[in-house]
């Protein structure tokens, strides 16, 4: 079955910092990646999201690389501020056969803590 | 602001009762989802409702059962439940079932089973 493993699973930085979170998933047929981020107590967040026909893309402060070759993605976020502080969910869609399904598989998370 | 709604936010329950949890969104969304979340841990997916057809059951126990009345709500019925299922219930939607939409969470349903 799919499988996407995340890493690291905690990640602290000073405020300013940049930090990069990477994931690798199993099924090379996924094309769509998304990222979430989940403060606690409150639901996922998407915040970026990028499908196989695109090598990077970009939103302000996060940005999302794919390496379809190696199967893996990164979450990039530049100039960190103490309100990014959560955890961060990688996601792959798992599609099977040419036959499209909605199943997202996440990673295990990692929690990021921004230090003023 | 989520534009999925869930209800209730909180829910007790014995292990006898029966209960529903409700999820609501008027996006026009086609596809809509339930997910288990455990403390610390990744969303789990239960079900996809794809064009109000069930398309997908990640062998979820029968005590859990699930209920598309149209496109804009998905049910989830609760009945005879064990303290492990014990946890966050998201429901989320996307525009379709194809696989490759956002999909959107509403806040949850945080679920105490004693």
């Known amino acids: 079955g799919e499988n996407v493993e995340q890493h690291p699973s905690t990640l602290s930085v000073q405020e300013g910092d940049s930090a990069v979170i990477k994931c690798t998933y199993s099924?090379?047929?996924?094309?769509?990646f998304p990222w979430y981020k989940q403060e606690l107590g409150k639901r996922p967040q998407l915040i970026i999201d990028?499908?196989?026909?695109?090598g990077e893309k970009k939103d302000q402060r996060i940005a999302v690389t794919l390496n379809k070759t190696a199967k893996h993605f990164s979450l990039h976020i530049t100039e960190t501020q103490p309100e990014d502080s959560a955890v961060y969910f990688c996601?792959?869609?798992?599609?099977?056969?040419?036959?499209?399904?909605?199943?997202?598989?996440f990673g295990q998370g990692t929690i990021l803590t921004v230090h003023p | 602001d989520t534009e999925v709604t869930q209800t209730p936010k909180h829910l007790v329950m014995g292990m006898t009762n029966k209960k529903s949890l409700k999820c609501e969104q008027h996006?026009?969304?086609?596809?809509m989802y339930w997910y288990k979340q455990k403390a610390k841990k990744p969303p789990e997916l239960m079900f996809v409702?794809?064009?109000?057809?069930?398309?997908i059951n990640e062998s979820v126990p029968s005590r859990f059962s699930p209920e598309c009345p149209n496109s804009s709500l998905l049910n989830l019925h609760l009945h005879a439940l064990q303290p492990e299922d014990s946890a966050l219930y998201l429901c989320?939607?996307?525009?379709?079932?194809?696989?490759?939409?956002?999909?959107?969470f509403g806040d949850g349903t945080r679920l105490s089973i004693l």
């Open positions: 990028i499908r196989s026909n695109v």
């Open positions: 996006m026009g969304h086609r596809a």
């Open positions: 099924d090379s047929a996924s094309n769509y």
């Open positions: 989320a939607s996307s525009q379709d079932g194809h696989g490759n939409q956002p999909q959107h």
């Open positions: 409702y794809s064009y109000e057809k069930l398309s």
């Open positions: 996601a792959a869609i798992f599609n099977a056969g040419g036959t499209s399904y909605g199943k997202l598989t």
